[in-house]
Structures are given as C-alpha cells and as structure tokens.
C-alpha cells in the first residue's frame, strides 16, 4: 500500500492551505486515516484522525482551523488548514492503520506512511 502527500507549501501567517492524501493498493474505506505533522527537534504529534465509522478526532491546537474531509471515491484523504500559524510549521504525513484503532492521535497505531510535505508559516 502506498500514500502519497501533496499540496504543501509556505505561506503567511493567516493563510490556507490544502493537503491532500492519496492512497493506493487498498481502499479508505478499510482503514483508519490520520494526518500527522513533525517539526525539527519535535516529536511527531497527530494532527487529525479518522476512524472506520467516520469518527473524527482533531488535536486541541488545529481544532476550529483545520478541516479533514475523505474523498472515497478517490481514495484521498484531505486536509484544509486555515488561519495558519507558525507553529503550524511542519512536515505533514499521512497515515494509515487498517481497521480500529483506539487512539486516533498516537503515531504508533499506524503502520503506513507517506513521505510527507513541508509546510512553513512565516
């Protein structure tokens, strides 16, 4: 299976963004899907996550600013981030678990990444 990121960039703070997530080899509809950001010298922290049943589960410090919306039919996962800040800065992965997961946020009940794209608010 493979996920392929696109649609990162840099951009002022206040700016918009849109990731998106291919994924191929298996259908998103199996799979819990997650967006997942790393800054240099950070752990990688969860970003946005999305569950077999539809269920969303956005970190505290996106919420109200970052929108995560399933494409099924085109098996892309996508990620709408508005009212950037610098501390959005970040290599942002996709992720993908199949079946439940019980901790849509944590990193380790993924097991298929992307290669990530950089995003840089300035």
């Known amino acids: 299976v493979q996920l392929v990121e696109s649609g990162g960039g840099s951009v002022q703070a206040g700016g918009s963004l849109r990731l998106s997530c291919v994924a191929s080899?298996?259908?998103?509809?199996?799979?819990?899907m997650g967006w997942f950001r790393q800054a240099p010298g950070k752990n990688r922290e969860g970003v946005v996550g999305?569950?077999?049943?539809?269920?969303?589960e956005y970190a505290n410090s996106v919420k109200g600013r970052f929108t995560v919306a399933e494409d099924s039919p085109e098996n892309t996962l996508r990620l709408l981030m508005n009212d950037l800040k610098p501390e959005d800065t970040a290599m942002y992965y996709c992720?993908?678990?199949?079946?439940?997961?019980?901790?849509?946020?944590?990193?380790?009940?993924?097991?298929?990444w992307g290669q990530g794209t950089q995003v840089t608010v300035s």
């Open positions: 080899g298996y259908t998103t509809v199996s799979y819990c």
């Open positions: 999305v569950d077999t049943y539809g269920r969303i």
């Open positions: 992720a993908a678990a199949r079946g439940r997961v019980p901790g849509l946020l944590v990193a380790d009940e993924y097991t298929n």
